[in-house]
């Protein structure tokens, strides 16, 4: 059944978990209505067993009808100041994704909603190039991914982000790529070309190096194995790759900091960064369910922690704290990471890419200008 009620704020509500069979191989375990919607929907129990009538959760794909495809920010806890997403949605399904609460701006759920009802900006290639024809148009790196994966799994087939690649191949326009996923490889035949001109390079997320909970924490990512092999891939094709472990999640994954290191030094990495576990808006409380129950006897503890960090609450929105917290804990977090870079060797290699070799759209050919 469905129920309809006036809508809670967000640090209030307290979900109905979807029956597992429903929700099988996907990471969130509610699916309440958006916080911007007048009513809350939720499926429950009657005692009729109405329940067992309900589909199970299946991915459903719409087209993005976007007039622009190039999105700008000034926030200083962000290294890149222009990003494309070519998906709305993740069917990654990693349960701590800052993204989730943005679904809600389009009328679903941060939950189930963020990992089955995806969005596919199938014009982007077409719009990116209209972009980099205006006339007063500056390239400056574009960051492929800011907000959801731009290889989940739908672009196998829809290879809208090969798409965009091709453009910025043909216009040698530099591009940074943030990804989990193992098939950012299949675009090594773009990617290695630019690399060698200075114009691309790859950020892989790795979280855990456990199957177990990488599993449960990213249903629908790669595993860490193979992550680990897309950066060795990559590395030898000469594509510079920095590992971002993100999150951080203390008192479950923190442990790993230096083996996470190793591992991706060992594959080639060139640099590392990492964030620390961020819970803002819905994500507290999906995060709290999922919590519940994958790890019920540590649940207190990774709460008790992050709010540590965070002046006793469960997320800071300040610039400078919302990544990386304050107080003992973060800042052991931060020294730890600091000193397995040194001592690694990561970090050495930075640099800004080329912005000199761009061409726009239908420059080829033409005259330089000579002012």
Request: charged letters at 30%; hydrophobic letters at 35%.
């Amino acid at each position: 059944m469905a129920s309809s009620r006036e809508p809670e704020q967000p640090n209030d509500r307290h979900f109905h978990v979807v029956d597992v069979e429903r929700r099988r191989g996907r990471g969130a375990r509610s699916n309440s209505s958006g916080r911007f919607e007048k009513d809350v929907h939720e499926a429950f129990d009657d005692g009729w067993e109405s329940l067992a009538e309900l589909d199970a959760f299946k991915t459903e794909v719409f087209e993005d009808t976007a007039k622009s495809i190039i999105s700008r920010n000034d926030s200083p806890d962000i290294s890149f100041e222009a990003s494309i997403n070519p998906y709305r949605g993740c069917e990654h399904g990693c349960i701590y994704c800052y993204a989730r609460p943005s679904h809600c701006y389009l009328g679903h759920s941060a939950g189930l909603d963020f990992e089955t009802k995806l969005y596919a900006k199938s014009e982007a290639a077409t719009l990116l190039e209209r972009e980099f024809a205006k006339p007063g148009y500056r390239p400056s790196t574009i960051a492929l991914g800011g907000n959801t994966d731009p290889y989940q799994p739908i672009e196998r087939q829809r290879r809208i982000t090969r798409s965009i690649l091709e453009v910025m191949a043909r216009t040698n326009h530099p591009v940074g790529i943030i990804t989990k996923s193992a098939l950012v490889a299949r675009d090594i035949d773009i990617l290695q070309p630019m690399a060698a001109k200075g114009l691309a390079k790859v950020a892989v997320s790795i979280t855990t190096l456990d199957r177990h909970v990488a599993r449960a924490m990213e249903p629908r990512a790669a595993t860490p194995s193979r992550r680990l092999e897309t950066v060795r891939q990559l590395s030898q094709a000469g594509i510079p790759v920095t590992v971002m472990v993100a999150p951080i999640i203390p008192g479950l994954t923190d442990h790993e900091i230096e083996p996470i290191l190793e591992a991706a030094r060992e594959a080639g990495a060139r640099d590392a960064g990492y964030v620390l576990l961020r819970l803002p808006l819905e994500i507290k409380t999906l995060f709290r369910e999922w919590l519940a129950e994958e790890f019920p006897g540590r649940a207190s503890r990774v709460i008790s922690l992050l709010q540590s960090m965070h002046g006793g609450r469960d997320y800071t929105a300040e610039f400078g704290m919302r990544q990386r917290g304050k107080g003992p804990y973060a800042t052991q977090i931060a020294l730890r990471f600091r000193l397995a870079k040194q001592r690694l060797g990561l970090g050495g290699e930075r640099g800004a890419m080329r912005t000199d070799l761009f061409e726009a759209p239908g420059d080829r050919g033409k005259q330089l200008k000579l002012l």
